[in-house]
């Protein structure tokens, strides 16, 4: 059991710009932050597991239709939803899901197939359905809402100019693909540490905009998108997919805390890292470490997140870019209580 006061998580609402369109949502988008942290925190404060609390935080963001995940999905170039969704335990026990759109939560799929399957990763929308209803789970196809349905057609038009950078090989495709001629980055995650010390990382995704269909990220996929490890710590990422995949960015920052370094350190130098070998305004990375310090690090303009471990006064929910100071201000009144 680690100290009892050393418990708690970090939630995140995607690393990405901050759009034009998103400005009117900010509060919306701090208020639910708020929600997802308090929830979450509820349950360890209860003495609950991380894995309870991680997947509790991750519902709040999926039911909110604002984030990038569950309701809230973005559109394949088809418009139509493949949320992706994934938890991991530090003592490996992983369950991911890919093409989740059946059900109103794909993290608690995700759950379902680390706990009543000997597999790790099931994808695919029929295979997941009968998944689903075989194990009582209440069948609710996900469509995209009016937001998404809105950027949708953003996307699709910027596309047939060829003004879309994100999907160079995938819009020459598209006149062939759709018979016709012709990324947002908002993912959630969180990562948490209960007190018995037990570590937990969990995800859940829409995707990327107008991604080609059966198009997997890095969200479901253990040591990309996310990673728990009790030798280590926990992390979870957020961002483009493509590229958090090709440097097995969370098994990164794991193995940073793994070799010495705490939370905040493995995140800084896994996301100077990725800088140097993929370019900036690529991803997003949350993680804790076995002795509850949490860190924080992104390579894009923003990336939301709500905090609440044992030993702060308060939960912290900072949205916009330059409201970060109040996170490393309240990390340094914590350090001295974070020491061993
Ligand atoms: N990071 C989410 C995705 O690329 O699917």
Same mark, same amino acid.
Request: aromatic content about 6%.
């Given at each position: 059991m680690v100290a009892e006061s050393r418990f708690g998580l970090i939630v995140h609402g995607g690393a990405g710009s901050l759009q034009r369109s998103m400005r009117k949502d900010i509060a919306l988008r701090r208020q639910i932050l708020r929600k997802s942290i308090s929830e979450g925190y509820a349950l360890l404060r209860k003495g609950g597991s991380s894995l309870d609390a991680v997947e509790a935080s991750i519902r709040v963001l999926e039911d909110s239709g604002i984030f990038n995940a569950g309701s809230g999905s973005c559109t394949t170039i088809e418009g139509k939803v493949e949320p992706d969704a994934a938890v991991m335990l530090g003592d490996l026990s992983c369950g991911a899901v890919a093409g989740a759109s059946m059900v109103s939560n794909p993290v608690s799929l995700a759950r379902a197939c680390m706990e009543k399957t000997d597999h790790v990763f099931i994808a695919g929308a029929e295979p997941l359905r009968k998944f689903a209803r075989s194990? @009582?789970?209440?069948?609710? +196809?996900? =469509?995209?809402?009016?937001?998404?349905? +809105?950027?949708?057609?953003?996307?699709?038009?910027?596309? @047939?100019?060829?003004?879309?950078?994100e999907?160079?090989?995938?819009?020459?495709?598209?006149?062939r693909y759709l018979g016709q001629e012709y990324g947002n980055l908002d993912t959630v995650g969180s990562v948490a540490i209960d007190a018995d010390g037990k570590v937990c990382a969990g995800v859940s995704t829409g995707g990327r905009f107008v991604k080609l269909p059966g198009r997997v990220g890095d969200s479901p996929i253990p040591g990309a998108g996310l990673y728990a490890d009790s030798s280590s710590g926990a992390a979870c990422a957020t961002g483009a997919?493509?590229?958090?995949?090709?440097?097995?960015?969370?098994?990164?920052?794991?193995d940073f805390m793994k070799n010495g370094l705490d939370a905040q350190a493995a995140c800084d130098a896994s996301i100077s890292l990725l800088s140097k070998v993929r370019g900036v305004g690529v991803?997003?990375?949350?993680?804790?470490?076995?002795? @509850? !310090?949490? @860190?924080?690090?992104? !390579?894009? =303009?923003?990336?939301?997140?709500?905090i609440r471990f044992s030993y702060s006064k308060k939960a912290l929910a900072v949205v916009l870019p330059e409201e970060y100071d109040v996170i490393y201000s309240e990390k340094e009144r914590n350090l001295g209580k974070l020491k061993m």
């Open positions: 194990i @009582g789970f209440e069948i609710h +196809d996900l =469509e995209p809402n009016k937001m998404r349905l +809105d950027q949708y057609e953003e996307y699709m038009k910027k596309m @047939g100019a060829g003004e879309l950078k999907w160079p090989k995938n819009s020459a495709l598209l006149g997919g493509e590229e958090i995949i090709r440097v097995s960015l969370c098994k990164t920052v794991c991803a997003g990375i949350i993680a804790v470490d076995l002795i @509850g !310090n949490y @860190g924080l690090a992104r !390579n894009t =303009e923003m990336m939301p997140v709500s």
